[in-house]
């Protein structure tokens, strides 16, 4: 398993350096430049060029930005906030999404579990369809539309929660955000939880274990939940990654300062340097959480553990 790890991490980081490469030379065909304000003249723009170091060759510019980066300097803002480290403005805007998305990965990871639970050991009752219900609705209905309602609802009818967010209530101005961000994933969660937990349920071992005896919390738990989770981790692992670098849309709506508006105004505005350190975050967190769903499988089951050791013996 730990050969298994190492060779993961060297791939993890070479990935990052081919994405490094591709969003560089990606953004050199982009039309247009960083510094498009019509009153600069052409040799004005040529000393930005050289002052910035964007006339250099692209794979010059690739190893002199990753050599900064490995000692912590992403590059400065050109056209957001003029010369202003992007460390700085990720400062604030990141824990936020973070905060945000993380509560809504909890919330809809452990709602969708209990209602796929019940949902599988209530077959065919109408708690399995209140969760085909919520499923279904979950799926279809757009996080902003439940945003927009739980904005008007508990926002400015009952004025339980702000309808914007404020540094001087995170918490409390996160808790809308997060609901209309996590319902996607309860939806998603509850179904394939109830879907695979029918079909392990079914299994032959689960009534091999039933006839030795193993019945109730016992079987639930140590047989049938630990089967079920190595699917419902699959598909939880990407949607992480969506609710941590957070929903544009649900952005706007509760005016939250996250990265998500920020990748937009970067791309809309050619900011260069802001472009390709967010573009890293989303690829970093990709590759992280898909090593983290390896290893879990391993700890989950055994039998995947001692397949991925033997075959790098």
């Known amino acids: 398993m730990k050969k298994y790890i190492i060779k993961r991490l060297v791939v993890s980081v070479i990935t990052l350096l081919v994405v490094l490469l591709i969003l560089f030379i990606l953004l050199q065909l982009m039309p247009g430049s960083p510094f498009n304000d019509e009153k600069l003249t052409p040799e004005q723009q040529a000393l930005l060029y050289q002052k910035y170091g964007l006339d250099q060759p692209i794979i010059v510019q690739f190893f002199k930005y990753v050599t900064n980066m490995l000692h912590g300097d992403f590059g400065v803002s050109y056209n957001i906030s003029k010369n202003t480290p992007i460390s700085e403005l990720l400062k604030t805007r990141l824990p936020v999404s973070l905060r945000i998305g993380a509560q809504s990965v909890v919330i ?117 939940l630990r089967n079920t989770l190595i699917p419902v981790i699959t598909v939880l692992a990407p949607l992480i990654v969506g609710l941590m670098t957070g929903s544009l849309v649900v952005e706007k709506i509760f005016a939250i300062p996250g990265i998500g508006s920020l990748l937009v105004t970067a791309i809309q505005s050619n900011d260069y340097n802001v472009v390709i350190v967010l573009s890293f975050i989303y690829s970093a967190m990709y590759i992280a959480i898909m090593l983290i769903v390896d290893v879990l499988y391993g700890v989950i089951d055994p039998r995947i553990r001692v397949s991925k050791e033997g075959g790098h013996d």
């Open 108 to 224: 809809g990871a452990i709602i969708g579990l209990v209602l796929g639970i019940v949902a599988a050991l209530k077959h065919n009752t109408g708690w399995d369809t209140l969760t085909t219900i919520v499923s279904v609705i979950g799926v279809s209905v757009p996080s902003y539309v439940f945003a927009l309602v739980l904005a008007y609802c508990f926002g400015f009818k009952h004025k339980w929660f702000p309808m914007l967010y404020t540094n001087r209530m995170p918490f409390q101005s996160s808790v809308l955000p997060s609901i209309a961000l996590c319902m996607f994933t309860i939806a998603s969660i509850a179904r394939f939880t109830r879907s695979e937990m029918l079909e392990v349920l079914d299994s032959d071992y689960i009534l091999l274990a039933e006839s030795k005896g193993i019945t109730g919390a016992q079987l639930i738990w140590k047989h049938v």
